[in-house]
């Protein structure tokens, strides 16, 4: 499968080709996270630098270019990649281990006692994260790096034997990368130990710590785990390794789990645009609703692990929920997440900043160039570069299209020959050709995902209108047969509410097109603050002049509201409010989420407060 | 002054020394506060424990005792009190240092370099706590402590000398203390000292931090920092201690900068229940109208600090604001930290708990008898024995009245002779009646606050009704002359919007009754969930039984919402959430959130929404 790089998601992996990945390699160097590896064999000075799981972000990068490497065949990364695989070799030590701040040379704050803090200490963490783009790369045809992480998963499958009970980290990712790495390697040790971790989980054994033990997952074994809960990211890369079990041993009581888990995650803790967790505190998921804008944490990272859980549910469970939810964190969450120019990065992804915002270190009011806590900018990178994986799935008889975007889908051998090509401006508008570029078996059929938010559709096939019916999980089949299959989902602007118990936003509305969500910013609205605005619901709502990134803004119909401030102003009696009457109608500007903060920094917001049947704001 | 014990805030006072504070004293010594103390010099063994800012506990609860011993010449405590300033004497080092987690035996986690880390080592916000309790003990003639106190502060007074630069302690708290000190004791040096402190802050002295700057107030010089920032209870304490500097220096330009600090903090960033601080992430004020009821951090310290500063600002210049603000926190978010026993405590004080909150460690569901960091529970002890000391002030030729509730309120002799008896259950209702027992002199006026709240009030004059009128400062004044005044407050059931900038509330109301804030609870409402609760703006608002702390519930017109839940219901069209039509009219049950949490835990609210003029909730 293959992205085209004309298309909306082929663009975006070129940007992240010649911009995301190259100025992560940079930023590497400059944060002194490559010299944390190179000190601990005397090739670099000074103290470790940045969080003590900084080799994590090197590991996420290495796969990020191997995912591209295997997209393109690209060389540009091969001096970085052989010099830092080398340098990866070099630091390991002979049982296998391999991680800078424990191998480290004794500086501040540098704890030395191998997997004595597995609540904190992320060594499994970090390892999975080898492993993964370990996998990445060996797929690409680049084997260096899968001796290595192998050597280190050896170490832990030797661990666990020995002393009878598997290491299991306080941040979740080695089970998801030692399931894929017996996949790769067909290794079944490796599964079984990503199956003892999971099974070890949940029953206290990280210890007492003053977050509590849901933060780290621990206060519930996994089947008895059926809410999304604690640190959101440490949540959902779990989830992605129960799931993978789940897909290699089949108990379904691990499946039943991570249905609560997804539905609790997706039905009462998602933000409109995918994003989730709502807590800075403890980087967390909160109560069921508790979804506020403006202190949206909403971690870039958490939405990158949905997209990759929600990926694992739908193998297992072809239902367009599923690729609907990754669709909406990739439009919305993750790519607001990047720059126009691809070398930026927010961290946490809020949907609502006020005038005199005061910012917080990984809560800034515009993107940023890297983190001290730099784990979401090669997340980007390994995501994007890894996308056309998602966009088609086969099973024996089915070729399925999940995401949309214009791509080459190889026909698998089983089900037939060549190649069927989208040709697609999606997210842009909804129009989506399927030509069949060779042959499909007969009997083999074609689904495509009826998004959820698609109200009225039509499917043309050969030119025929199709009176194929959406099926209950949310996909149109068509049989072989055809030559080209048009899918028409029509983009209305829509306004949207949340859940009453979703307080924050109460008397507001959302606008989207599709799977794209709006904003307003202020540069868009001069002279009116934002805070200001309110929305007509009755009013027109129309395109105007595409953003940047390509994707149309929105114009709709809105009014001034004119809050009094000072003394009394806070509280007042109800029925003596009338201090915010309505002043002007103005024509209110929407830019597509993904696209805010790329202009002057401002207030922004998603949720905007409608204008009530009464004449006061 | 002294409060009277049958009246509502007497009897808070005597709940406080007869359950408040023998609880602390046995909770010092479980927690190991104590010995924290004793191992220094030897009479304990095992590791500190609690955080290296315990030592302030102790000093918190000696000053309760102090306040509570000149409040009624007590006894009970003398046992305690000797012993405990017998341990702080044979804990102080010769040249005046006392810290036991400074001066500690080395164990886990003690630093042991003295005035090394100012930015979070807590040394001066100790001391100025040992200062604070040594005052008050020493104004009810128990002199032991002060000299201990004197000797800290002393060698604090020597360090900034000899090193032409005063020690900043990451938390203010010393300076508001050092002023006090000087104030009891005519040293200079201390208000000197104090006002270094003051001066040298802001400047970034206190060294970078992933918090930044603004967590301590370190970002701008006072003069320059006009919005309430940072670290609530920091912001608040540093305020008082201007403000405190002000009083006794007389530069205006603090004054300005503490106007435009009250005005942010009371008109943008103040929860209806009087709390402050909405960010738990740092426990922090968050932006201008970032107020959310569910995450409220509310901690209770911050009210109480913010009582402490109003009442300077309210010395420095009498306006109604400030006792209006002191009221309304006193009455609803320090009063609802507390449990009707007297022995359980709120941290946090959230304005919203929903069903299956998860909580945080200084965010339980219910108060719990004492905390890790128990900066709160002996800070009410100490607050509430000190209450008396706010309801009334005197000027050259005015004896103004702030606080309600009933009293003796003696006559300064310059005034005249004898005292006022106030007699009123307020907040119960607003009849306040004040006699004059004893004489004025002639030319002497008595000032009574209206409050903010009061629309309608009367004033009679020995039973003739008085057309004076409430001056610009919220105080109505009468000449000497009078045997009897009677201010009538009425106190119909309110309903309370605010600013739309509160975004977090929007729609919503709560409702109120004087100065007494009320919400729903749980308990009240057994077949219905209290989320799906909504109010109607048009029914009655009646007076119901009385809650177990003697103030009025109250019983409003509502309606049940059904809002649907399962796949889709998070995110809907306009017009296409119906989904959550209104049922059965109800009638709701309200109580003061003073009480709340004292039944079953379960949800509550304060804000809740109310009925739209359409059909749907």
Same mark, same amino acid.
């Given at each position: 499968m293959r992205l085209d790089p004309e298309g909306y998601l082929g663009r975006w992996q070129d940007l992240n080709a010649t911009a995301t990945i190259p100025h992560s390699m940079r930023m590497l160097e400059e944060s002194g996270t490559l010299d944390n590896l190179r000190r601990v064999v005397g090739r670099a000075d000074g103290d470790f630098t940045g969080y003590h799981f900084a080799d994590s972000d090197v590991h996420k990068l290495l796969e990020a270019i191997g995912w591209e490497i295997a997209r393109t065949g690209t060389r540009d990364f091969d001096e970085f990649l052989a010099a830092t695989v080398a340098l990866l070799e070099e630091v390991q030590d002979d049982d296998g281990y391999l991680d800078s701040h424990f191998q480290g040379t004794g500086g501040p704050g540098e704890p030395r006692e191998r997997f004595a803090d597995l609540r904190w200490g992320h060594e499994l963490y970090c390892a999975g994260h080898m492993i993964q783009a370990a996998v990445a790369l060996s797929r690409a045809g680049r084997g260096d790096l899968l001796v290595i992480a192998r050597r280190t998963a050896d170490l832990l499958v030797r661990r666990a034997a020995e002393r009878g009970v598997p290491d299991v980290d306080g941040h979740p990712e080695a089970e998801t990368a030692l399931v894929e790495l017996y996949r !790769?390697?067909?290794?079944?040790?490796?599964?079984?130990?990503?199956?003892?971790? #999971?099974? @070890?989980?949940?029953?206290?054994?990280? *210890?007492?710590?003053?977050?509590?033990?849901?933060?780290?997952?621990?206060?519930?074994?996994?089947?008895?785990?059926?809410?999304?809960?604690? !640190?959101? %990211?440490?949540?959902?890369?779990?989830? @992605?390794? %129960?799931?993978?079990?789940?897909?290699?041993?089949?108990?379904?009581?691990?499946?039943?789990?991570? =249905?609560?888990?997804?539905?609790?995650?997706? !039905?009462?803790?998602?933000? =409109?645009?995918?994003?989730?967790?709502?807590?800075h505190f403890d980087e967390s998921f909160g109560d069921a609703y508790e979804l506020p804008p403006d202190r949206a944490y909403a971690e870039t990272c958490a939405s990158i692990a949905d997209v990759q859980w929600s990926w694992r549910m739908l193998l297992v469970d072809r239902d367009a929920r599923y690729a609907d939810a990754m669709e909406r964190a990739l439009h919305n969450s993750i790519r607001s997440s990047l720059s126009q120019d691809g070398t930026a990065f927010f961290y946490s992804n809020p949907l609502h900043l006020r005038a005199g915002h005061r910012e917080e270190e990984n809560a800034p009011s515009r993107r940023t160039p890297w983190y001290r806590c730099a784990c979401c900018p090669p997340n980007i990178a390994r995501l994007v570069a890894s996308l056309a994986e998602y966009v088609a799935t086969s099973s024996a008889d089915t070729l399925s299209v999940h995401l949309y975007g214009a791509a080459r889908i190889d026909v698998p051998a089983h089900l037939g020959t060549g190649h069927l090509v989208v040709r697609t401006a999606y997210p842009q508008d909804g129009d989506v050709h399927v030509v069949l570029d060779g042959e499909l078996r007969p009997g083999t059929h074609l689904a495509l995902r009826v998004p959820a938010w698609a109200r009225d559709w039509t499917l043309t096939v050969? $030119?025929?209108?199709?009176? @194929?019916?959406?099926?209950?999980? $949310?996909?149109?089949?068509?049989?072989? $047969?055809?030559?080209?299959?048009?899918?028409?989902?029509?983009?209305?602007?829509?306004? =949207?509410?949340?859940?009453?118990?979703?307080?924050?936003?109460?008397?507001?509305?959302? #606008?989207?097109? *599709?799977?794209?969500?709006?904003?307003?910013?202020?540069?868009?609205?001069?002279?009116?603050?934002?805070?200001?605005?309110?929305?007509?619901?009755?009013? /027109?709502?129309?395109?105007?002049?595409?953003?940047? $990134?390509?994707?149309?803004? =929105?114009?709709?119909?809105? @009014? #001034?509201?004119?809050?009094?401030?000072? /003394?009394?102003?806070?509280?007042?009696?109800v029925g003596q409010d009338a201090a915010t009457p309505l002043l002007d109608d103005v024509t209110v500007t929407a830019v597509p989420y993904a696209d805010w903060g790329n202009r002057e920094t401002g207030p922004m917001r998603v949720w905007v407060p409608v204008v009530h049947p009464g004449s006061t704001a």
């Open positions: !790769h390697t067909g290794e079944q040790a490796y599964l079984d130990l990503a199956e003892q971790m #999971i099974e @070890a989980r949940g029953r206290g054994g990280l *210890g007492p710590d003053r977050l509590g033990p849901h933060y780290f997952q621990d206060h519930a074994p996994v089947r008895d785990s059926t809410e999304a809960t604690g !640190h959101a %990211v440490r949540q959902l890369y779990l989830d @992605a390794g %129960v799931t993978d079990l789940y897909t290699e041993r089949g108990d379904r009581t691990l499946l039943e789990a991570m =249905v609560g888990q997804w539905e609790t995650a997706h !039905h009462e803790k998602m933000y =409109v645009t995918g994003a989730m967790g709502s807590r050969d $030119g025929t209108p199709s009176d @194929a019916v959406r099926g209950p999980d $949310g996909y149109v089949t068509v049989d072989a $047969g055809f030559g080209e299959v048009r899918l028409v989902l029509p983009m209305p602007v829509d306004l =949207v509410v949340a859940h009453p118990r979703v307080d924050a936003v109460r008397g507001c509305v959302a #606008i989207t097109r *599709g799977p794209v969500v709006y904003c307003l910013e202020q540069a868009d609205h001069e002279d009116v603050p934002v805070e200001d605005l309110r929305l007509r619901l009755d009013g /027109p709502l129309d395109l105007g002049e595409p953003a940047p $990134g390509g994707l149309p803004t =929105v114009r709709a119909a809105g @009014a #001034i509201a004119a809050p009094a401030d000072g /003394p009394g102003a806070l509280y007042t009696l």
